[in-house]
């Protein structure tokens, strides 16, 4: 069925659209304002007046915290008129974050229409470089994540759930996956995992890409794939689904596939994961396999040796660059290295703008410098930039939190290499933690350690991603009032620090937890004198003594290694992070 958009069409539309790249935004900006201008958000800058001039000169650049009140007040059943005319038909959870709980942003029918447009085209794209892959199946690992009602009763979940139960999914591209769509919709996400890999198991000849959203999903696949593989080949061998599989939606849909005892396949899966070593294990299982269809760049890069291990050669394909508030940039040259992707933003998707950013000094040059805001065809080569979305849902020149690099050009339009998230610090999914967050859940459990005579003379953090789930580890360095000598530590203290700072980390990273994305958070304790050796060897690799700051989190290696190498002792939470607060909490605290 997909591409609803043939190679050929959809080429010469991307070709069009970077061509008249400037004519494209001036557009969609009319379009835009003419269709909004009336909205009380819109009214109180424009006065009537949808011309660019004005648009540039009155309409401030926001963020979030702008924002919130007007989508809280239509989350809280005011018309939606208020910032966009077009009706609001949920609200979508972005992995973003303010103080701790999701952004949230309208969704419009007409917006998921826009991104199902956006996939094709992407689709279409991926078609043309890489031969075959409209001759088979994908076995793309997708999951639904639960909704909460907005007191209005708007539904509030993520744009991918979103998308995954509407209609457009089902017509456009439900037939190309092996996964049935009922293993999709599964709300359990173990039933959902194992059932969506013991389909594409069944239909292995067929598969021609492997993947799922993000690269940090692919990886959780094969951990679980390691737990479960003896299990998929006796059911496949049998013919039987496993009994815990109770969902229905799952146990009818496997039903269709798992309809006869196949020794055969059981033995040949059982024989390749048998094997000595897991290297190229996609490939073997999936032989057909053409490319890996998983995002692998900004915070997801840190899986892409991992992926590489796995996948045997196959080309890492990051397709798209998208977010809550739009589908932004398509990847035109899927081939390349994952280290030299770039997305070119599509014009046609939302008005883009540019707020330069330089990424030495930062704070130094804005204090000088009157930061003006550029439009997508005068960015600069070379140059960092903060976005800013201008969007047919009621977003108008909202900073998005992402900074990216010019790299080059499709046409007249620019092409980005995405750089890092604005306030990201740690990651691992799909969560973002910002330095803020962590140094909050630290303050508490300081003054919980404090109940023992405990004081933290300083720490930082790190992500640990060699086991999967990854999780996050904090290097603490202890010491007993009023002694400077390492003081002895009651595991269940230290233990319940980690659960504490859990507890006051964003609403993403604990429904990561709950999911089992994110392993328990460890505190590793280290000996006396740590952050010393720490800062000596910043000093020997050239910061100033004087200046120095304890970094709060650590990448690289050999700094690793010397926390690593003073650690006397591990401790993990032993408790999954309070659900209560993952409750609706609008009314309170936006
Ligand atoms: P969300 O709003 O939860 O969908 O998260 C969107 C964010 O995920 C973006 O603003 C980026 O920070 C990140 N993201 C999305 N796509 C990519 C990509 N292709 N490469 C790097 N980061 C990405």
Redesign the pocket.
């Known amino acids: 069925m997909e591409p609803t958009i043939s190679i050929e069409s959809g080429w010469k539309i991307l070709e069009d659209m970077t061509i008249n790249a400037y004519q494209t935004q001036q557009h969609v900006l009319v379009e835009i304002l003419t269709q909004n201008l009336h909205t009380e958000y819109l009214s109180q800058f424009l006065n009537g007046h949808f011309d660019k001039e004005h648009f540039k000169t009155k309409v401030p650049v926001v963020d979030y915290e702008d924002i919130k009140p007007y989508i809280q007040r239509i989350a809280n059943e005011e018309p939606s008129n208020i910032i966009l005319a077009e009706t609001v038909t949920a609200l979508?959870?972005?992995?973003?974050t303010s103080a701790g709980q999701?952004?949230l942003?309208p969704l419009t029918d007409s917006e998921l229409d826009r991104r199902t447009y956006g996939r094709c085209l992407i689709s279409s794209v991926i078609n043309k470089f890489v031969d075959g892959l409209d001759q088979g199946k994908r076995m793309q690992l997708l999951f639904v994540r639960p909704e909460i009602k907005a007191p209005s009763g708007l539904p509030t979940r993520?744009?991918?759930t979103s998308y995954l139960i509407s209609k457009n999914f089902e017509k456009h591209e439900s037939s190309l996956h092996t996964s049935p769509i009922a293993t999709i919709l599964c709300s359990d996400s173990k039933q959902s995992m194992y059932c969506q890999m013991l389909s594409a198991l069944l239909q292995r000849n067929e598969v021609v890409c492997v993947g799922s959203v993000?690269g940090s999903t692919l990886v959780q696949a094969i951990r679980f794939f390691e737990d479960h593989w003896k299990e998929l080949c006796s059911n496949i061998r049998r013919g039987q689904l496993s009994a815990w599989i109770s969902d229905t939606g799952c146990i009818n849909s496997l039903s269709m596939i798992l309809n006869k005892p196949n020794p055969e396949l059981a033995d040949l899966i059982e024989d390749i994961c048998n094997a000595k070593s897991w290297e190229g294990i996609i490939k073997k299982l999936w032989p057909g396999t053409k490319c890996i269809d998983a995002?692998?760049?900004?915070?997801?890069?840190q899986y892409i040796p991992m992926l590489e291990f796995y996948c045997g050669g196959l080309p890492l394909v990051?397709?798209?660059?998208?977010?809550?508030?739009g589908l932004?940039?398509i990847?035109l040259k899927p081939l390349s290295k994952p280290c030299d992707?770039c997305?070119t933003l599509v014009p046609s998707m939302a008005y883009f703008e540019f707020l330069p950013v330089h990424e030495t000094n930062e704070e130094e040059r804005s204090k000088k410098e009157v930061i003006e805001v550029v439009d997508l065809v005068n960015v600069k080569l070379g140059q960092c930039y903060e976005?800013v979305v201008t969007t047919f849902i009621g977003l108008y020149r909202y900073k998005?939190?992402?900074i990216l690099k010019v790299t080059g050009y499709h046409n007249n339009a620019p092409q980005f290499q995405?750089v890092?998230?604005k306030d990201?610090f740690l990651s691992i999914d799909?969560e973002?933690t910002a330095e803020d967050e962590l140094a909050e859940g630290m303050l508490q459990a300081k003054l919980f350690v404090g109940q023992f005579q405990l004081q933290l003379v300083d720490y930082t953090s790190a992500v640990d991603i060699s086991l999967i789930p990854g999780h996050y580890i904090l290097f603490w360095e202890l010491k007993m009032e009023g002694s400077s000598k390492s003081p002895e530590l009651s595991p269940s203290i230290i233990e319940e620090c980690c659960y504490i700072v859990e507890q006051s980390l964003n609403f993403?990273y604990r429904a990561s937890r709950m999911g089992n994305s994110i392993g328990p958070l460890e505190i590793r304790v280290v000996k006396h004198g740590t952050f010393d050796a720490l800062m000596d060897f910043s000093v020997s690799k050239g910061s100033s003594g004087s200046q120095y700051k304890t970094p709060r989190c650590i990448k690289l290696e050999e700094a690793l290694k010397i926390l690593n190498s003073r650690v006397v002792g591990r401790y993990f939470s032993q408790q999954l992070p309070g659900y209560k607060t993952l409750k609706w909490k609008l009314n309170k605290s936006m």
């Open positions: 979508t959870r972005s992995s973003g999701p952004k942003m993520s744009i991918l993000f995002i692998v760049t900004g915070s997801m890069a990051s397709k798209y660059y998208s977010s809550s508030e932004l940039g990847n992707t997305y976005l998005v939190g992402d995405f890092r998230r990201a799909s973002k993403v």
